[in-house]
T-cell receptor, first 111, second 117 residues
Framework: KQEVTQIPAALSVPEGENLVLNCSFTDSAIYNLQWFRQDPGKGLTSLLL?????REQTSGRLNASLDKSSGRSTLYIAASQPGDSATYLCVVRNYGQNFVFGPGTRLSVLP | GAVVSQHPSRVICKSGTSVKIECRSLDFQATTMFWYRQFPKQSLMLMATSNEGSKATYEQGVEKDKFLINHASLTLSTLTVTSAHPEDSSFYICSARGGQKLQETQYFGPGTRLLVL
């Protein structure tokens, strides 16, 4: 059974810092991995999608990497801003088409 | 833990027909439900947000007349794909959020795979 964990559970940083969010999964036979942000009371916003054959994806200040063999993905946020404050979810999709959600990392970027 | 179910899990229909997908929160009252879809090799994308007893709020690019959402009770939301076409074939997943606090966790259903022939 696939399990997804995220570390840290919460993170508070001053504005401008670069930071890394970590995601681990137990079964490396994944179809893809996605990173989302969740703002209070809102639906998920897709940030980056990494297919199983890819090693990283970049979008603006965000960079996500995938290492299937070690069961890890990282989300790197450069030059953090207060607007980046949200909960970040790592979601693994298995070949059986089901999604497994990580518990999330709550990020606070202080001005 | 909170459980969200979806029915059906898979559906195949002919082009031009309508398909209804149900999302139920089994052990909690969901004040807000979200509907997502994922096309092959693309990200899971939010379609709409529905609050019990009020009209759904649709994301940009999602046709509200094509994707009818009803959230008539605190435990049930339905998504009806009207006059479905092959390009509507996708994986549809709902999530439910309960409680009054905006920070309440979302619980996701297992998803519904729709294939329109």
């Amino acid at each position: 059974k696939q399990e997804v964990t995220q570390i840290p559970a919460a993170l508070s940083v001053p504005e401008g810092e670069n930071l890394v969010l970590n995601c681990s999964f137990t079964d490396s036979a994944i179809y893809n991995l996605q990173w989302f942000r969740q703002d209070p009371g809102k639906g998920l916003t897709s940030l980056l999608l990494i297919q199983s054959s890819q090693r990283e994806q970049t979008s603006g200040r965000l960079n996500a990497s995938l290492d299937k063999s070690s069961g890890r993905s990282t989300l790197y946020i450069a030059a953090s801003q207060p607007g980046d404050s949200a909960t970040y979810l790592c979601v693994v999709r298995n070949y059986g088409q089901n999604f497994v959600f990580g518990p999330g990392t709550r990020l606070s970027v202080l001005p | 833990g909170a459980v969200v179910s979806q029915h059906p899990s898979r559906v195949i229909c002919k082009s031009g027909t309508s398909v209804k997908i149900e999302c139920r929160s089994l052990d909690f009252q969901a004040t807000t439900m979200f509907w997502y879809r994922q096309f092959p090799k693309q990200s899971l994308m939010l379609m709409a947000t529905s609050n019990e007893g009020s009209k759904a709020t649709y994301e940009q690019g999602v046709e509200k007349d094509k994707f009818l959402i009803n959230h008539a009770s605190l435990t049930l939301s339905t998504l009806t794909v009207t006059s479905a076409h092959p390009e509507d074939s996708s994986f549809y997943i709902c999530s439910a959020r309960g409680g009054q606090k905006l920070q309440e966790t979302q619980y996701f259903g297992p998803g519904t795979r729709l294939l329109v022939l």
